[in-house]
């Protein structure tokens, strides 16, 4: 079954550094998301993209995050300058439509740890 | 925005109870409610979900229902195993139609 892949699983930063966290979204599909959890917390909606641009952000997604798709196959998003708040499990999601019409399969994630 | 409310942030039952887990949503807009199950330091995956042109729908033991009237769907689960324990969220779709919002989860424990 197809599934969507993000790595590396654990990444430990220092504060003020940038990370990139890396995605595989399954192959067919178009729309893409990032959403957050803090340990013991909700999933927090970050952003989604689709056709090569930003279709929705909240507001935690604020200039020291951004996304891209460089490629045919990775979805990535970038935190310039982490802070401490900032550690959490990043989800990365995809779906062939818009999440109103189909389900959106979430990958495995990346536990950030900003020290 | 968007804002979910769920109820109750921990649940204990014993196996073959029912369980049955609430959420709210504030925009009227939203239309699209899934339930997604998280077993420890693993992805939310999808066990059901519904439209707002429906008002209910099952899947051998789990039901979900909605009134869109009073702005609450609800999960239920029937016949619950140990294996049904997790982190249970429900989520409502924004108004732009690309983001979900997410309940704070409801822990559900079943004991054998």
């Known amino acids: 079954e197809p599934e969507v892949t993000q790595t590396p699983s654990h990444q430990v930063t220092q504060m003020g550094q940038e990370v990139i966290l890396r995605c595989v979204p399954i192959s067919n599909h178009l729309y893409f998301y990032w959403y957050r959890q803090i340990l013991g917390q909700k999933v927090e909606f970050l952003v989604s993209?689709?056709?090569?641009?930003?279709?929705?952000k909240s507001e935690i997604f604020d200039d020291q995050f951004s996304v891209e798709r460089p490629d045919g196959s990775n979805f990535t998003l970038k935190i310039r300058s982490t802070k401490l708040e900032d550690s959490a499990m990043y989800f990365c999601?995809?779906?062939?439509?818009?999440?109103?019409?189909?389900?959106?399969?979430f990958g495995q994630g990346t536990r950030l740890t900003v020290v | 925005g968007e804002n979910v409310e769920q109820h109750p942030s921990t649940l204990s039952v014993q196996e073959g109870d029912s369980a049955v887990i609430k959420c709210t949503y504030s925009?009227?807009?939203?239309?699209?409610f899934p339930w997604y199950k998280q077993e420890l330091g693993k992805r939310p995956q999808l066990i059901i979900d519904?439209?707002?042109?429906?008002g209910e729908k099952k899947d051998q033991r789990i039901a979900v229902t909605l009134n869109k009237t009073a702005k609450h769907f609800s999960l239920h689960i029937t016949e619950t195993q140990p294996e049904d324990s997790a982190v249970y969220f429900c989520a409502a779709s924004a108004q732009a139609g690309t983001a979900l919002i997410f309940g704070k989860g409801t822990t559900l424990s079943v004991s054998s």
């Open positions: 925009d009227s807009a939203s239309n699209y």
């Open positions: 519904i439209r707002s042109n429906v």
């Open positions: 999601a995809s779906s062939t439509q818009s999440i109103m019409n189909t389900e959106a399969f």
């Open positions: 993209f689709y056709n090569n641009e930003i279709s929705e």
